[in-house]
């Protein structure tokens, strides 16, 4: 989704470039983001010069494109410091594992860097490197830092990778960058230094080698959710069973599979999450034994044992410290009810609910709010749409308890 000129007019955001193949994916990010009304400034690398060249950006951009340190015509009087003054933040894409390890280390030794450690605006990276450079364990150690320090890391993806190779280093494409250069520039802050967890999509539980439970989940909603809280500024973990759907630039995305890698995958990360949205569609039962080799199809009847599996929710509400909780609720048939049970069963502040033949599958559907003061209906509208409201009435529930208990 494109934003029009009139929503991101009068932003900024300066654009380092390093060297890497993925530099011309970067191409197609500026010319969008220019489109969009974005003022778009870009730095780059000597390295970066070698893949493509500073006059295609200018082209595309209208500005100047910045390369040299030493640079002292008028115009680039001071570079290192005038040029991210007055910027949104800056964006450096592709990030290589070089000028990753410089930023994590405070090195300034050519104009990005020293622009990225003197400046006064946030600052996003996308890695793009090979697999084995990904995985080192340097580099997870200097993106760790980069973390602790504030820096927005985006990606990366898995997939084909220029060296012919195939895992995790791969830049993200140029429409996820333009979305996160979005998200952040509308962002409204008011949940900027709150983490926000969610949970989103079905659960597959295997029954074989080729078989499973699973629920007609597409997951729309929860990314929906995921997106609307990085928009008001959030930190955002996503925890995802298995969709067709590319993730929004959240800060942590978990792929996982079934309803106990679920659970273990919240636990791991709930301790660190003020707010928990449960969306995921959880199975409710799983086999009791999963066999390791396809069963064989017969004339005969076949019984499969299912089990209860654990009520991530419920396990979350319950803690000593827990965070504050939303549910979900699809119901078939009395819906307020239903959900009015689940919301008093498990303590909830807050619990969503939607008829599950409207919801499932549509871009559209209706929710009905449930909490302390009763009831409130969110008419249809798009699950984006329908995402941005519910983020705004968690943050009032929030924020009113809070002040509550700021009291005593």
Not at 124 to 144: C, D, G, K, T, V
Not at 319 to 344: H, M, Q, S, Y
């Amino acid at each position: 989704m494109r934003i029009g000129v009139s929503v991101v007019s009068k932003k900024r955001v300066l654009l380092g470039v390093t060297g890497g193949v993925a530099a011309y994916k970067v191409v197609e990010l500026a010319r969008v983001l220019t489109q969009d009304g974005v003022d778009v400034q870009t730095v780059m690398t000597k390295a970066a010069c070698r893949f493509i060249g500073p006059v295609t950006f200018q082209s595309l951009t209208g500005n100047p494109v910045y390369t040299d340190l030493w640079e002292t015509n008028a115009a680039c009087d001071m570079a290192h410091i005038n040029l991210s003054r007055g910027a949104n933040m800056i964006l450096v894409a592709p990030a290589s594992a070089n000028f990753i390890a410089k930023l994590a280390n405070g090195l300034a030794d050519d104009l990005l860097s020293t622009l990225c450690i003197a400046r006064d605006c946030s600052l996003m990276i996308a890695p793009a490197m090979n697999r084995q450079m990904w995985q080192n364990p340097a580099m997870q150690r200097n993106l760790l830092l980069l973390r602790q320090d504030g820096v927005k890391i985006i990606g990366p993806a898995s997939g084909e990778q220029a060296c012919g190779e195939i895992g995790m280093g791969r830049m993200l494409e140029a429409s996820e960058l333009v979305e996160a250069v979005q998200i952040f520039i509308q962002a409204d802050t008011l949940l900027r230094g709150k983490n926000i967890l969610v949970t989103a999509g079905p659960t597959y539980e295997a029954i074989d080698a080729v078989r499973g439970i699973t629920n007609n989940s597409s997951g729309k909603m929860g990314y929906a959710v995921a997106k609307a809280a990085l928009e008001m500024g959030a930190k955002v973990t996503l925890i995802s069973g298995p969709t067709c759907l590319l993730s929004p630039a959240v800060d942590k995305f978990i792929s996982v599979v079934s309803a106990e890698e679920m659970l273990r995958a919240v636990q791991a990360e709930v301790s660190q999450a003020d707010i928990f949205i449960s969306v995921a569609a959880v199975a409710d039962y799983r086999a009791a034994s999963i066999s390791q080799q396809k069963l064989k199809k017969s004339t005969n009847k076949l019984s499969v044992e299912l089990i209860p599996n654990p009520d991530i929710l419920m396990a979350v509400s319950t803690l000593p410290n827990a965070p504050f909780c939303i549910g979900f609720a699809a119901e078939t048939e009395d819906l307020e009810k239903n959900a009015a049970a689940k919301r008093n069963r498990k303590k909830l502040p807050l619990l969503v609910a939607n008829l599950a033949q409207d919801a499932i599958g549509s871009d559209e559907n209706e929710l009905i709010l449930l909490d302390d003061d009763g009831k409130h209906v969110l008419p249809k509208a798009a699950k984006i749409e329908q995402a941005r409201r519910l983020m705004k009435h968690i943050y009032l529930l929030y924020n009113k308890k809070f002040k509550k208990n700021e009291k005593y």
